[in-house]
T-cell receptor
Framework: DGGITQSPKYLFRKEGQNVTLSCEQN?????MYWYRQDPGQGLRLIYY???????QKGDIAEGYSVSREKKESFPLTVTSAQKNPTAFYLC????????????FGEGSRLTVL | KQEVTQIPAALSVPEGENLVLNCSFT??????LQWFRQDPGKGLTSLLL?????REQTSGRLNASLDKSSGRSTLYIAASQPGDSATYLC?????????FGTGTRLLVSP
């Protein structure tokens, strides 16, 4: 079945540690996105990528990094510089960055202890 | 700057009722509008996508309309069921970015 797979589903991190969230899609989509969701707030865009080896900062990129070495994969690293990393992280993809439908993975919940 | 508002924030109805969820946006220069469903602790599931040239889209018991001139979209759910209980989000795609509303939390009681 085609879709977006995020892992891990739950992740606990100590302060000062970097963690990497995985996102893999087999939909053959060019565009991929990372969003952060906090209670009572709309989804906020962290980073997006329109094509392999290219990515752009979203609205809240500080303290995060990404790579796009393969079309299928768009991992997100939450660095120790992110001041409030506890959140629900969602990966999404679309056929391109135009008017195509957006599809989401199941999310990863990160908790900083 | 595009702003997307969803009212009400929460809605509770008995099973079988027809209901309407609202989404309003401030900038009518959009590519499309998409409705999603989110269950607790889960990702978003796409329900309907309406392109800017379209007035409505239908899927099963769901019907979404779009009125760009007034900056409004509605999601109509017919004959609601307890399984429809979830948070419903709309997202507006402008020329630069996608902006999400904060959602309407729907509870359908048996």
């Amino acid at each position: 079945d085609g879709g977006i797979t995020q892992s891990p589903k739950y992740l606990f991190r100590k302060e000062g540690q970097n963690v990497t969230l995985s996102c893999e899609q087999n939909l053959n989509h060019d565009a991929m996105y990372w969003y952060r969701q906090d209670p009572g707030q709309g989804l906020r865009l962290i980073y997006y990528s329109q094509i392999v080896n290219d990515f752009q900062k979203g609205d809240i990129a500080e303290g995060y990094s990404v790579s796009r070495e393969k079309k299928e994969s768009f991992p997100l690293t939450v660095t120790s510089a992110q001041k409030n990393p506890t959140a629900f992280y969602l990966c999404a993809s679309s056929i391109d960055q135009g008017a195509g439908e957006l599809f989401f993975g199941e999310g990863s919940r990160l908790t900083v202890l | 700057k595009q702003e997307v508002t969803q009212i009400p924030a929460a809605l509770s109805v008995p099973e079988g009722e027809n209901l309407v969820l609202n989404c309003s946006f401030t900038d009518s220069a959009i590519y499309n509008l998409q409705w999603f469903r989110q269950d607790p602790g889960k990702g978003l599931t796409s329900l309907l996508l309406i392109q800017s040239s379209q007035r409505e889209q239908t899927s099963g018991r769901l019907n979404a309309s779009l009125d760009k001139s007034s900056g409004r979209s509605t999601l109509y759910i017919a004959a609601s069921q307890p399984g429809d209980s979830a948070t419903y989000l709309c997202a507006v795609k402008g020329f630069q970015k996608l902006v999400f509303g904060t959602g309407t939390r729907l509870l359908v009681s048996p």
